[in-house]
């Protein structure tokens, strides 16, 4: 009678082995993107913001940007700021750099610079710590890949080949959102860091959106001082968080306005005239930058792609 049995439950075996592949095959996957010779000429970034809680929810997010890193290489993580929770760090041996940075982003899966602005959080202990973490060695012999060589600042990424070049200048809106006399003089640094960029495309990275339809809305502030100042010199994005959602803004005079806050936490948002795209997920934006256009992509904590937009670049002229 055994052996009477077998063949039965080896066919039981074989149609839930084939239910259970069939399964696996509708589960819906990033695919990969070939855009051969464009290839050449991308710039890829992720950009993630208010992630600092070290819980589970920060934790999917941080293994989602490393697989994305793993399916398609990027050159940076650009955070927009609360890079710790609730208060920021106390020093650059504060053990929260360990459980709500270092752990949270592998390095062995994401080896690549994490460039950082202060948020209003960071701003509750000591905001210079996170600068002074930049180039840190830690106890291991390796040094930090935390890259913020002071309250703002400005960097280059290049293409492989060479032709398309982006630059990234982190600002700090604490000084603009503050009292008139740090608004000015951070305002006017930033008109000289614009001013004297070749570059031909340039991003702006802040905390506190400009143009928002979530929990803060607009802030009339930066509406009427800092706007005006990337309209003038063409800016192409402004990258901010503070919203504790995904928001993706139609341009404005030529600026496009993208709201990654959803690295550890999530705020319920909502749509108005200038919105595109809005979602109250936890999760992150992929910016793909090729010579004639901007891939603008935002995925969720379980790695489903919840929106893509692309900006195509009009001819320069000669």
């Known amino acids: 009678m055994k052996h ?10 074989l149609l839930a082995f084939l239910l259970v592949s069939h399964v696996h095959a509708q589960q819906p996957e990033r695919s ?8 050449a000429s991308r710039i890829s970034l992720l950009v993630i913001g208010d992630w600092g809680t ?8 941080g293994s989602v940007m490393a697989d994305e890193h793993q399916r398609l290489p990027v050159q940076a993580v650009i955070s927009t700021g609360d890079n710790i929770y609730p208060s920021g760090v106390s020093s650059v041996d504060d053990p929260q750099w360990r459980s709500k940075f270092e752990n949270i982003f592998p390095v062995d899966r994401l080896p690549i610079p994490f460039w950082a602005v202060l948020g209003n959080h960071d701003y509750r202990d000591n905001p210079d710590a996170q600068v002074t973490y930049t ?3 830690l106890s291991d012999g390796s040094v930090t890949r935390w ?6 600042w400005t960097t280059v990424f290049h293409a492989v080949d060479g032709k398309n070049t982006l630059r990234v200048v982190g600002i700090d809106t604490q000084l603009l959102v503050g009292n008139r006399q740090t608004r000015v003089a951070h305002l006017s640094w930033l008109d000289s860091a614009l001013t004297a960029a070749t570059e031909r495309r340039i991003f702006v990275v802040g905390h506190h959106p400009v143009y928002s339809h979530g929990h803060y809305g607009n802030n009339t502030t930066l509406i009427r001082h800092l706007a ?11 990258l901010d968080g503070h919203e504790h959602d995904l928001q993706l803004i139609k341009p404005i005079n030529g600026v496009r306005y993208i709201i990654s806050g959803g690295g550890g936490g999530k705020r319920k948002t909502s749509s108005g005239k ?3 795209f809005s979602s109250s997920s936890l999760g992150f934006v992929r910016i793909d930058l090729f010579d004639d256009r ?18 195509t670049f009009l001819p320069e002229k000669d």
């Open 4 to 13: 009477e049995k077998a063949p039965v439950v080896n066919i039981f075996l």
């Open 32 to 39: 990969q993107i070939t855009e051969s010779p464009a290839e």
């Open 54 to 61: 070290g819980g589970a929810g920060a934790k999917r997010v």
């Open 135 to 137: 180039g840190h060695v």
């Open 147 to 152: 890259k913020m060589p002071g309250r703002y």
């Open 228 to 238: 005006p100042l990337l309209e003038k010199h063409g800016v192409r994005a402004y």
């Open 274 to 276: 200038n919105t595109e």
């Open 294 to 311: 901007m891939r603008i992509t935002y995925l969720d904590d379980r790695g489903k792609e919840l929106y893509t937009a692309t900006d």
